[in-house]
C-alpha cells in the first residue's frame, strides 16, 4: 500500500511538472528579455519578446520595451508600429479596469480608469454610456450630461442610457426633462421597472406625491422584490398622511430585508409623524446599528428627540449628521443647531 501511494504521489508531480513547465518558459521569456537588454544582447531580446508576445498579447509594456529595442536597433517602423500597440493595449486595459469596477458599483475608482483614456473612437456605445453614468455618480452632473446630448446626437442610445441620462436630469433639477427620459426608455420597454421607479421619483420631486404612488407600485407590480421601490413607496404614503398603508408597504419591504438602514429609518419617520416618537427613536437606534454613516438617519432622530424635549440630546444627533454629512445636509443642519443652541442658552 505505502509503494502505491508513494507511486501516485510521484505520477501526479510528473503530471504538474508537465503542466507548468510551458508557463514556466512563456513567463521567463519577458525575463530573459530583459537579461538579455542589459548584457546588450538586442536581437536575442527582440526574440525573447516576440516568443512572449505570441502567448500574452495583453501586456502593453512588453510591446513599449520591444519598441525600444528597435528603436536602438535602427527599425523605425516597427518601432512605430510597437507603440502603437502598446498604447492600444492599455488603453483597452485601463477600459476593462473600469468597466469591471463599474459593475461592482466602485464609482470613485472606475471614473480614474476612464479618465485615463486619451481617446474614445475605440468604444461602443455601451461602454461610453457607463463612462457618463459614471460621471454622475460622482457628482459630474453637467459633464455627464453633455456626455449624453453627444452619444444621443451621433448614437441611439439604449434604454439603459435614456434611463441614466434621465437621472442626471432629476440631479440637475431639470424634472420635465426627466420625465422625457423616462417616457422615452418605457416606449423600447414598458416592462423595465427603473424607468417606472425613476419616474416616480421625479414625482416626488415635483410634490406630486399621488401620481408617484401609481408610479412606485407599477414598478413592484413589475418586480415585486425591488426593495427601495418600497421605501420610496412608504415615504410618498407617509408625506400624503396615509399613515397605515406607509406601514404596511414597510413590512412588506422588511420582509425582503430587514437589514436595510433606509427602510428602518423611513419606518421611524412613519411613526415620528404619527406622534409615536419613543418607537421612532427606537427604529432610528436601529438604523444607526444598521449603517454608522448615514447622516439621513441622525438628523431624524434628533427631530425625534427634539419633538420630546430632549434638546441636548438632539444637538447632539444634529452634529453626527452633519459630521458625516457636511456638503449636502450642511446648511439646513447648521441653521438648526444656531437656532437650537440659541434656545439652550436662552433657558440657562
Known amino acids: 500500500m505505502p509503494n502505491r501511494l508513494a507511486l501516485a504521489f510521484v505520477l501526479i508531480t510528473v503530471v504538474l511538472i508537465a503542466c507548468q513547465g510551458p508557463t514556466k518558459r512563456y513567463y521567463n521569456e519577458f525575463y530573459d528579455a530583459l537579461t538579455s537588454t542589459e548584457n546588450g544582447e538586442l536581437e536575442t531580446a527582440v526574440r525573447h519578446y516576440n516568443r512572449f508576445i505570441a502567448r500574452d498579447t495583453s501586456e502593453s509594456e512588453a510591446y513599449y520595451n520591444l519598441a525600444d529595442l528597435f528603436r536602438k536597433l535602427g527599425r523605425f517602423d516597427e518601432a512605430d508600429r510597437m507603440l502603437r500597440r502598446s498604447l492600444e493595449v492599455e488603453q483597452y486595459g485601463s477600459i476593462m479596469r473600469a468597466q469591471r469596477l463599474f459593475n461592482a458599483e466602485e464609482y470613485e475608482a472606475a471614473l480614474e480608469e476612464y479618465r ?58 431639470n424634472y420635465r426633462d426627466a420625465i422625457s427620459k423616462f417616457r422615452k426608455v418605457l416606449k423600447m420597454d ?86 409615536e416618537f419613543d418607537n421612532a427613536i ?41 459630521e458625516l454629512d457636511p456638503d449636502e445636509l450642511g446648511p439646513v443642519l447648521r441653521q438648526q443647531l444656531k437656532a437650537l443652541k440659541q434656545v439652550e442658552r436662552n433657558s440657562q
Open 282 to 322: 427606537a427604529k432610528f437606534e436601529r438604523a444607526a446599528v444598521l449603517d454608522p454613516g448615514r447622516a439621513h438617519t441622525y438628523q431624524q432622530w434628533a427631530e425625534s428627540l427634539l419633538a420630546k424635549g430632549d434638546k441636548a440630546a438632539a444637538i447632539r444627533m444634529y452634529s453626527k449628521a452633519l
Open 116 to 173: 485615463r483614456r486619451s481617446r474614445w473612437d475605440s468604444l461602443n456605445i455601451s461602454m461610453l454610456q457607463n463612462y457618463a453614468t459614471t460621471l454622475n455618480k460622482c457628482g459630474f452632473h453637467q459633464e455627464a450630461d453633455s456626455l449624453f446630448r453627444r452619444l444621443a446626437a451621433d448614437w441611439s442610445l439604449s434604454k439603459y442610457g435614456y434611463n441614466a441620462w434621465g437621472s442626471v436630469q432629476i440631479r440637475l433639477g
Open 190 to 275: 414598458p416592462g423595465f421597472h427603473h424607468a417606472h421607479y425613476n419616474w416616480a421619483y421625479t414625482l416626488v420631486k415635483m410634490n406630486e406625491h399621488e401620481k408617484a404612488v401609481a408610479r412606485y407600485r407599477k414598478a413592484l407590480e413589475i418586480e415585486p422584490s425591488f426593495l427601495d421601490a418600497y421605501i420610496n413607496l412608504g415615504d410618498a404614503l407617509r408625506q400624503l398622511g396615509r399613515y397605515d398603508h406607509a406601514l404596511e408597504t414597510l413590512r412588506r419591504g422588511y420582509a425582503l430585508d430587514s437589514a436595510d438602514a433606509a427602510l428602518v429609518c423611513t419606518w421611524g419617520e412613519v411613526l415620528h409623524d404619527m406622534g
